[in-house]
């Protein structure tokens, strides 16, 4: 079985990373995100489409809908995550 050197430098950098990972765990917890809940009306205006385009995004579940009460809510970063999942690439030739 080989040994390991470990140098002070090794224990010093470990320091920093575990320090580090504290301090994110300890902001996640102590100040939680708060979700930016958006309205159909909010969608349909983000993404300049009409009702009848979110429905069918909705019905084949492209963007995640949450009902409450009759109302349905849509969460900002998943709207902008599928938005940036979906680019679509320049094609050279095109206007």
Do not use: C
Request: glycine share 6%; charged share 30%.
């Amino acid at each position: 079985m080989a040994a390991t050197i470990i140098t002070t430098e090794d224990l010093k950098a470990f320091k920093e990373e575990l320090l580090q990972e504290f301090k994110s765990l300890m902001l996640e917890h102590t100040h939680p995100q708060t979700k930016n809940w958006l309205r159909s009306s909010d969608v349909l205006k983000r993404l300049e489409i009409s009702y009848g385009t979110l429905q069918g995004l909705r019905n084949k579940n492209i963007i995640p809908s949450y009902k409450v009460e009759g109302i349905l809510f849509y969460d900002a970063e998943e709207i902008d995550k599928i938005i940036l999942e979906n680019k679509v690439g320049f094609t050279e030739g095109t206007v």
